[in-house]
């Protein structure tokens, strides 16, 4: 994508950060959103340019409007969940907070999720479903109970993906909150099965 190889993304950044305009915000956080998107020199790129914190920040903020903290969930899930470099790099807290943005894009319309299962979500969480800390596991666990909700498709691909496994094991967890996350999951996976 020429945007990325022209400093575009820095560029996003600097706008996702420092506009005071909401709306400027929200169609930055899309358009880095949009370049990342299994482009993975363009992930890279965006990671090294500090976008996780910056989107980790939107997440968690209650000043930010909700229509750019769904966009910086996006971007989020494509920079990191997309990429399995990024993935393995990131701190648990980041890992945990892409989750959170794949559960949150998973329960806000059948529309967004849709797209966030086309785009691989399932491989993604179940990857997550891996992790050695705890909150990445709860968040994994719920995100992956809010995909599958409704959906035997949806369903299937966490199967196909391994998390039958993934979810057995963190149904055996030390803590509590995985294990009661993990549960969920798996009666959402088996509600939607036909």
Do not use: D, F
């Not at 945990?96 to 979500?121: D, E, F, I, N, Y």
Request: glycine share 6%; with cysteine; charged share 15%.
């Amino acid at each position: 994508m020429a945007i990325a190889a022209l400093g575009g993304t820095p560029a996003l950044l600097k706008v996702v950060q420092r506009s005071s305009i909401a709306v400027l915000q929200a169609e930055a956080a899309r358009a880095l959103a949009q370049l990342t998107r299994q482009h993975p020199g363009n992930q890279a790129a965006a990671a090294a340019a500090g976008a996780i914190p910056l989107l980790v920040q939107l997440l968690g903020s209650s000043s930010s409007a909700e229509a750019l903290r769904e966009l910086a969930a996006y971007a989020l899930w494509a920079i990191i969940l997309k990429h399995p470099g990024n993935q393995e790099s990131s701190s648990p807290e980041v890992q945990a907070a892409a989750a959170a943005a794949v559960g949150s894009l998973a329960s806000a319309c059948p529309t967004a999720k849709a797209a966030a299962a086309a785009a691989g979500a399932a491989e993604a969480l179940v990857g997550c479903l891996h992790s050695s800390s705890k909150v990445a596991l709860e968040e994994a666990a719920l995100a992956t109970g809010s995909l599958v909700e409704g959906s035997c498709e949806h369903a299937a691909a966490v199967a196909a993906a391994g998390g039958v496994e993934a979810l057995e094991h963190c149904q055996r967890s030390e803590h509590e909150a995985v294990r009661l996350a993990a549960v969920a999951a798996v009666e959402q996976a088996s509600v939607a099965a036909p």
